[in-house]
C-alpha cells in the first residue's frame, strides 16, 4: 500500500468551471447568482469566467488550457451540445470522457451546484448531464 499525504485520494477532485454567461442573457439571474454564491461558499477552488461564446469567438487560449489540463472538469454553462461546440469552435475540444457540463438555463439552481459539488462522476456515458 502507498501512503499517501493527507487529503490526497487516488481520484483527483474536478476542477470546476463557472461561465456567468454575461452576454447571451440566455440563464436566467436568479439561477447564474444562487450557483455562483454556492460555488463561493463551498470553499473549493473554481474558475469564473465571464462568458464562453464571447471567449470562444476570441479563441481565447484559456479555452485551450482548459481543455487540455488532466483530470475530470466540471462545467456550470448552458446546453452541453452547445459547450462542447464553442470549444472545438475555439480550437479546444473538450476530452470525451471526464468532463460534466450543467446546464442551468434548464435545470434549478440547487441540482447544478450538487452536480458541481457531488463526491462522484456523473453516470451518464457522454459525461454531459442531461
Known amino acids: 500500500m502507498t501512503d499517501l499525504p493527507p487529503?490526497?485520494?487516488?481520484?483527483?477532485?474536478?476542477?470546476?468551471?463557472?461561465?456567468?454567461?454575461?452576454?447571451a442573457q440566455?440563464?436566467?439571474?436568479?439561477?447564474?447568482?444562487?450557483?455562483?454564491?454556492?460555488?463561493?461558499?463551498?470553499?473549493?477552488a473554481f474558475e469564473a469566467v465571464p462568458d464562453l461564446c464571447e471567449m470562444a469567438a476570441r479563441r481565447d487560449p484559456q479555452?485551450?488550457?482548459?481543455?487540455?489540463e488532466a483530470?475530470?472538469?466540471?462545467?456550470?454553462?448552458?446546453?452541453?451540445?452547445?459547450?462542447?461546440?464553442?470549444f472545438s469552435q475555439a480550437g479546444a475540444a473538450l476530452p470525451k470522457?471526464?468532463?460534466e457540463i450543467h446546464n442551468m438555463r434548464t435545470d434549478a439552481a440547487a441540482?447544478?451546484?450538487?452536480g458541481m459539488q457531488a463526491a462522484s462522476p456523473a453516470s451518464s456515458p457522454s459525461g454531459d448531464t442531461p
Open 7 to 23: 487529503n490526497t485520494t487516488h481520484d483527483p477532485q474536478p476542477r470546476l468551471l463557472y461561465c456567468r454567461c454575461a452576454y
Open 26 to 44: 440566455v440563464v436566467p439571474e436568479d439561477v447564474k447568482d444562487e450557483v455562483l454564491a454556492g460555488l463561493a461558499e463551498s470553499g473549493r
Open 63 to 68: 479555452l485551450q488550457q482548459l481543455a487540455s
Open 71 to 86: 483530470g475530470p472538469l466540471r462545467i456550470a454553462a448552458c446546453w452541453p451540445r452547445a459547450v462542447r461546440g464553442l
Open 97 to 99: 470522457e471526464g468532463v
Open 111 to 114: 441540482d447544478v451546484l450538487a
